[in-house]
């Protein structure tokens, strides 16, 4: 699942460097000419799409320079991370000695090997069930059969599993498990980041029209988008565009709102005139009921409901103190999504945060050149 987040970044003044940029301008003009129409693989897409999405995060100095410093921070969070600083070993040395001192119903192939019942190749063919060897799914109904290739394979019943590696407990761990040694402690078991929360994400991604800046101001990032294919700011009010990555002071909050408010209330009356006149538009993935109008299977309009109650739901609800909403806040050392919890110092007893004030709380406290990034991240 992709997730909406936000990160907050420390990074120095940037000035422009205008020959850098037009270096990327001309890079991404001079493959765009050189593109065949017809591109041909899936494969090539993905990698020029790849390729677009870079050239675009770098396509300004201040993206140039944000990007390893957002980079940086969000490795703490990786859950595939091979750093060590974030790293903490998960010591399985007993649990593997048990399974190795274990005896356990094994398999007799018909040139006298002893295998496991369930080891490569043979785990995906051959079972064991009721003390019998069974193809594992045979014929068209794919159902256990006591197949001619299986009845030439026997049970061999509470076999020493150290018999197999050996009597050698460094081969049954390199052999049958997904354990590694800890060089320190000479334990075995697996390293893992126990503030992981992402296997990957990127700048933007999903959300690139995260915040709405001045044309003037030159301190932005557009992300990890390929906006080279399309105007990303087409739609963006005249005198601002659309950014994923921006200092807070810079970030036009006011317009912001009234951009989106609006872009809701033209949709709500749209809503409510195909429900009268019973015409659907072809932007709507959904059909018109009397209940109302459902849009890839979510009811969003109803005939009862006023525009407040629509732009509650929609658009940015009053309460709102800045017209942004994210599933997680990342920043440094930490993080926290609209599931965390709170603890009472006086009951010790735990409830969940306010996530709507924990999110202006944030922007708040927020120091007005810090760097604001919207990320999109996947678990």
Known sequence: MHFRSLLTVYLPAVEPDPEWEKEVADQVKQMRESQPENIGSIGQKVMLDIFYEGMNNISTTFGREVTPVIRDVMERFNCGTEDKRFLEFDDRTGEALRDYNATIDCMRLPD??????????????????????????????????????????????????????????????????????????????????????????????????????????????LGESPAFKSNENANAPEGYRWVCCARKKDIQWDVMREWLNNRATDRYNKLKVMFETGVKDESIHGTITEKGITDWGELVYTPDMTLEEYLNQYGIPDEWKYPIGVYAIFHSEEYMDKHSVTRDNETGKYSPIDWRKAIDQFIDEADDDDVFVGIDYHI
Not at 141 to 156: E, Q
Not at 205 to 218: A, D, S
């Open 112 to 221: 006298g090997r002893i295998v496991e019942e369930y080891p490569a190749p043979q785990w995906h063919k051959f079972i064991i069930k009721d003390g019998k060897v069974y193809q594992r799914h045979a014929g068209p109904l794919h159902h256990p059969k006591r197949t001619k290739a299986a009845k030439k394979i026997s049970v061999v019943p509470n076999y020493p599993r150290k018999k197999l590696y050996g009597n050698s407990f460094e081969r049954y761990i390199e052999e049958a498990t997904y354990f590694t040694r800890n060089e320190e402690t000479g334990k075995y078991g697996e390293w893992y980041n126990p503030d992981g929360v992402y296997d990957w994400y990127s700048i933007g991604g999903r959300w690139p029209r995260m915040f709405l800046v001045k044309n003037e101001c030159t301190e932005y990032s």
